[in-house]
């Protein structure tokens, strides 16, 4: 349907049902106020000649504050979808870094090749030296020889075998832990405590861009109606819409983050209006839970506290991995690695602060007061400037209507994270991040001039096109240059790291 009529179907999330009694009352009033007072009596309570300029002021100042939480929630809407953004494409850049710059599984170090080289000469050495002392024994030190050659080869093959073994694990490690790094941000950001709502990637599973097309969530009548949602609603929305992470989240790994008693959380939730003292209440409350866990080393104290935590360990899965040897950069990449992970959290602190500040209480309640006067008011001045009963009724509804509407779409959008369905789809963003994990862990290092871009190799089309087949290739050729990518990533990402 063009030009967006479709919208008008739309009605869960929408401000038009959520603000409709207003109008209606605004109506209401003017139906009494026609019948009850005649206009030509109100008249002539103003002065002849001169008209009130007291209401065009006062409209005047509530559409100024209208359009002031308007732009401010936008505002807030689209730094917190920028922030998020940010965040992942700091994340990916990190694990993009840290795997390309991985030592390549094929290459042995030119201190452990020495190294070898100089025991091969010295026990061929000691070869030579021992046939000549011991002529005799020829047949048994070559039987020794050949035993202790099968020896060297059965060693250089199992270290290198190991060698490719532990960066296969510090790749998957690496995606997991960042796949779960940002899923448990993303969880954080929209209230969702329960680690069960983090779920396995599945690549055929693209989460719903919205509650409303979310399959499994039930959407009640008295939701249409209601101002923003309930958090019953958006429970059961974090059940049905789960944050996937790649490689699923383990036993262990719920032990460490702390599992939380979704009741608890639930109550304490209930009990605040503020957002923020929910978060402070729940915390104090996983606190005082966990003095009487007996194994308080493998748990946090709250929910809030699990980005952190994971960052963390994300930091130390690098550094180890530096200190083993696995990661070789030079001193400036190294750096813009550092520079990047604090950049990922920055962008979480954003989003944050955007989440748990809200619109000032001054403000927001000028805002209502302004809006109740409104529509104590707006009846006398449609009597007045309408002689037409039934048009002063409907501009009289119209504008009351309006004000509130954009009140409400202000309220909805200024938290970008909580309040589905006009929230950001963070669900529907991991599962598009751990895409792009899973593509840039399935190009491994030897093949990184599998597109032809490697000028040195003119066996595969590198370097500058001639211009005569330029875009053009056939499937069998691309086949032979890109096997891993056949078919996706279902034959490369997913049976290794999934």
Request: hydrophobic share 35%; charged share 25%.
């Amino acid at each position: 349907m063009g030009w967006g009529l479709y919208l008008l179907l739309r009605l869960y999330g929408s401000a038009v049902l959520k603000t409709t009694i207003f109008g209606l009352l605004a109506a209401l009033q003017c139906i009494l106020l026609y019948h009850f007072i005649s206009s030509e009596e109100l008249k002539s309570s103003y002065t002849a000649g001169a008209p009130s300029l007291t209401f065009p002021a006062f409209a005047a100042t509530v559409a100024f504050l209208v359009t002031f939480r308007q732009t401010f929630s936008y505002n807030r809407f689209h730094e917190g979808r920028m922030a998020v953004q940010t965040m992942s494409a700091s994340m990916y850049t990190i694990v993009a870094y840290a795997i390309s710059f991985d030592k390549h599984p094929n290459k042995v170090d030119e201190e452990e090749k020495n190294e070898r080289e100089e025991e091969v000469e010295e026990e061929q050495e000691e070869e030579e030296n021992s046939r000549k002392e011991n002529v005799v024994n020829d047949t048994t030190t070559a039987r020794g020889n050949a035993s202790t050659a099968s020896n060297n080869t059965g060693t250089k093959s199992a270290t290198k075998s190991k060698s490719h073994l532990d960066r296969e694990q510090f790749r998957y490690n690496m995606v997991h832990a960042m796949s779960l790094l940002h899923g448990v941000c993303l969880q954080h950001l929209r209230c969702d405590w329960d680690l069960h709502n983090l779920s396995k990637h599945n690549e055929d599973l693209l989460p719903a861009w919205d509650s409303a097309s979310t399959p499994g969530f039930k959407i009640h009548f008295w939701n249409y109606f209601l101002p923003r949602n309930r958090v019953n609603s958006r429970e059961l929305f974090h059940k049905v819409s789960k944050i996937q992470v790649i490689g699923g989240v383990s036993r262990h790994e719920r032990r460490v983050l702390g599992e939380i008693n979704p009741r608890s959380i639930k109550t304490s939730i209930h009990g605040d209006k503020n957002r923020s003292n929910s978060r402070v209440r729940m915390a104090i409350s996983s606190s005082l839970s966990s003095l009487w866990n007996s194994d308080n080393t493998c748990s946090l104290r709250g929910a809030t506290e699990r980005p952190y935590r994971l960052f963390f360990s994300t930091i130390e899965l690098i550094r180890r991995r530096c200190e083993a040897g696995g990661i070789t950069m030079p001193p400036p990449v190294i750096a813009q690695l550092w520079a990047t992970l604090e950049k990922s959290i920055e962008s979480f602190e954003r989003c944050r602060a955007i989440s748990e500040t809200p619109f000032p209480f001054p403000w927001a309640q000028l805002i209502i007061v302004v809006l109740v006067v409104w529509q104590a008011v707006i009846p006398f001045t449609v009597l007045v400037s309408f002689n037409d009963q039934p048009f002063g009724v409907v501009m009289g509804m119209a504008v009351t209507w309006t004000l509130w509407a954009l009140n409400e779409v202000a309220r909805d959008i200024e938290d970008p994270f909580t309040h589905e369905p006009n929230d950001i789809p963070l669900a529907r963003l991991q599962y598009q991040f751990n895409e792009r994990l899973l593509a840039v862990a399935a190009c491994h290092q030897e093949d990184y001039d599998d597109f032809g871009w490697d000028s040195n190799d003119t066996r595969r089309g590198g370097g500058i096109p001639n211009g005569e087949d330029e875009g053009e290739e056939d499937e069998e050729g691309l086949a032979r240059k890109l096997p891993e990518y056949k078919g996706g990533l279902k034959t490369s990402a997913s049976d290794g790291l999934v």
